[in-house]
């Protein structure tokens, strides 16, 4: 509830109302993302200590999965350069509860440095269409995958976790719509090698609820069940929400978000923001499925980022709490 006043943020008394829906589960995980997709995506760099804060500030709102940052060679992501020096800043986080700080690596030598300084979960980031494999990755689906194996399988090995993103799932700058079976196919494969979840990506927000339901049962058809699936919405055209209440209807249980609304993708220039964890949080709550996520705490924290960005957050519900326009 956000019955609460905290830096600046106005609760309002015994609002959302809760309401639940029939067919909801009752807990939902939010995979934040606001540290890595949010951050990577700024002009600016934001100095190693206020990542730090930022992060541990997420963890203190109680989001207990938050990806930290990435282990890409700095030429192609400034703004995450810092990975070395910032991940052992992390490690009395896991202190304030059960948090995961998952960390992206793009191939074997990412893998290495991610090792090195003791991370337990990692992410694999593929892609649906081949316009975007080769912009991204520079390499085609297929080559990419098989760059994917060997780093699926020592991670694996040494009993790390691996999700593997999945991004143009719904619809591609370049490509134009994309086939469901092409996207199932390059899912199916990333599961194969290995990985322990999969989150389908709305890269630039195209995403409407009938496509959502229409992949997650194809997913589902070819043997990728929806208990190891995420979903990770854009909303570019304000349909991250609705597309969310549809995959959760259909019993997707993780939903990625980022507070305040940060981000978008420095290779796909029409993807803007990722659905905002408080707007998730506020529905999420007005339903009755638990978070374990203080609404309060959270938009507080992403008033706070918003100032070291120096704008203001995009995100609806902090506006709202925060009577900022």
Known sequence: MTGIEEDGVTGTAALPMTVPLPGLPARVRIHEVGARDGLQNEASVVPTEVKAQFIRRLAEAGLTTIEATSFVHPKWVPQLADAERLFPLLGEI?????????????????????????????????????????????????????MFEPVVARATAEGVGVRGYLSMCFGDP????????????????????GCDELSLGDTIGVATPGQVVALLAALN?????????GVHFHDTYGQALSNTLAA???????VDASAGGLGG??????????????????????????????????????????????????SRTVRALTHKE
């Not at 509860?97 to 990412?110: F, Y």
């Not at 058809?221 to 699936?229: F, L, M």
């Open 174 to 193: 370049w490509e134009g719509a994309v086939p469901l079976g092409q996207v199932v196919r390059v899912a199916k494969a990333l599961m194969d090698l």
């Open 248 to 254: 959760l209807q259909q019993g997707v249980t993780t």
């Open 94 to 146: 896991a202190d304030i509860g059960d948090v995961e700080l998952p960390v992206l690596v793009p191939n074997e030598r990412g893998l290495d440095r991610a090792l090195a300084l003791g991370a337990r979960r990692i992410a694999v980031f593929g892609s649906a269409t081949e316009t975007f494999a080769a912009r991204n990755l520079n390499r085609t689906v297929d080559e990419s995958l098989a």
């Open 221 to 229: 058809d070819a043997g990728v069940p929806t208990a190891s699936i």
């Open 265 to 314: 993708c420095p290779y796909a220039k029409s993807a803007t923001g990722n659905l905002a964890t408080e707007d998730l949080v506020w529905m999420l709550d007005g339903l009755g499925v638990d978070t374990g996520v203080d609404l309060g705490a959270l938009t507080a924290t992403s008033v706070w980022m918003a100032e070291q960005l120096g704008r203001p957050s995009p």
